[in-house]
């Protein structure tokens, strides 16, 4: 019995031990999670950046109809994961919110096979503009509808402070990801 007891204790404690401990206080003055907006995922659901407290997260924004850039952005990003060797949180942040509704968002998650490490997120033009604007992403749409951008992958800490930014594409993520283990 009591051996019983002290390898149920032990069990408990070591699952105590391994948990990552709660992120609690205030968000640092520089925290991108501090853009207070009301996004929608490709699910439909409300989502506050806030949520992707307490881990490492890759954010970029891209639009759905683009068929250059974005798809390699994405690239980047799963590249970037992987040289990493630690699990991330990836975000896509819609720069074209008129059109990219959550089933476009959802078929473009679906098209380049996301899993649910994986969060598409539309906002208001506004919202989104602020999002681009402390993420350091620049964008216009052009008469034919397409829209140049930055092709940026920022990378967040787990208080949602700018750790590293990836610019360009195919980008090998070495800096990136030394950038990411300094931060952890």
């Known amino acids: 019995m009591r051996f019983r007891l002290l390898a149920t204790l032990a069990v408990a404690l070591s699952a105590c031990q391994s948990a990552a401990p709660p992120v609690t206080g205030p968000l640092p ?4 999670y501090r853009v207070d907006a009301a996004w929608t995922t490709d699910a439909g ?3 506050a950046l806030a949520d992707l407290r307490g881990e490492p ?7 759905t109809s683009c068929g250059t850039a974005c798809p390699l952005i ?23 919110p008129e059109t990219d509704t959550p089933e476009r968002l959802h078929a473009f998650r679906e098209g380049h096979a996301l899993g649910d490490e994986w969060t598409l ?11 681009a604007a402390v993420l350091g992403v620049r964008y216009r749409t052009d008469p034919n509808g397409m829209i140049a951008h930055s092709n940026l ?10 750790v590293a930014r990836q610019e ?17």
């Not at 003055?29 to 991108?32: K, Q």
């Not at 992958?153 to 700018?162: A, E, H």
Request: charged share 15%; no cysteine.
């Open 45 to 47: 659901t409300p989502f």
């Open 168 to 184: 360009g594409l195919g980008t090998d993520p070495a800096s990136t990801v030394a950038a990411l283990r300094t931060a952890l």
């Open 29 to 32: 003055e520089s925290s991108v």
């Open 74 to 96: 994405v690239r980047d990003m799963k590249a970037l994961g992987e040289a990493a060797g630690t699990p991330l949180r990836y975000v896509l942040v819609s720069i074209d």
């Open 57 to 63: 997260v890759a954010i970029a924004m891209v639009y």
């Open 153 to 162: 992958i920022t990378l967040l800490g787990s208080g949602g402070d700018v």
């Open 121 to 131: 997120l539309r906002g208001t033009p506004s919202d989104v503009q602020t999002l």
